[in-house]
Nanobody, 112 residues
Framework: QVQLVESGGGLVQPGGSLRLSCAASGFTFSSFAMSWVRQAPGKGLEWVSDINGLGGSTYYADSVKGRFTISRDNAKKTVYLQMNSLKPEDTAVYYC?????WGQGTQVTVSS
């Protein structure tokens, strides 16, 4: 079955960096686009970024463009989200998504 396992979240000061990882299994990883989606406290889901199956096309929400970078390693069946210049408003649970499947999420807290 499809499994998505996120890791890499934590507490970071404003201006800091984190790299999230999402390890996938149970499907042909390179055939599917992958997404990162986040949910801030008390708010709905917000799409963050997409990457196509081969990694050649990436897309970002305006709120993270220029600060976040999505990438993937198809040999490792893992998608990454490099987050730089983090802001308090980036505080959220970050989820990995493919089609209708979601990981358990990883908490990112940006605070001094």
């Amino acid at each position: 079955q499809v499994q998505l396992v996120e890791s890499g979240g934590g507490l970071v000061q404003p201006g800091g960096s984190l790299r999230l990882s999402c390890a996938a299994s149970g499907f042909t990883f390179s055939s599917f686009a992958m997404s990162w989606v986040r949910q801030a406290p008390g708010k709905g889901l917000e799409w963050v970024s997409d990457i196509n199956g081969l990694g050649g096309s990436t897309y970002y929400a305006d709120s993270v463009k220029g600060r976040f970078t999505i990438s993937r390693d198809n040999a490792k069946k893992t998608v990454y989200l490099q987050m730089n210049s983090l802001k308090p408003e980036d505080t959220a649970v970050y989820y990995c998504n493919v089609v209708d499947y979601w990981g358990q999420g990883t908490q990112v807290t940006v605070s001094s």
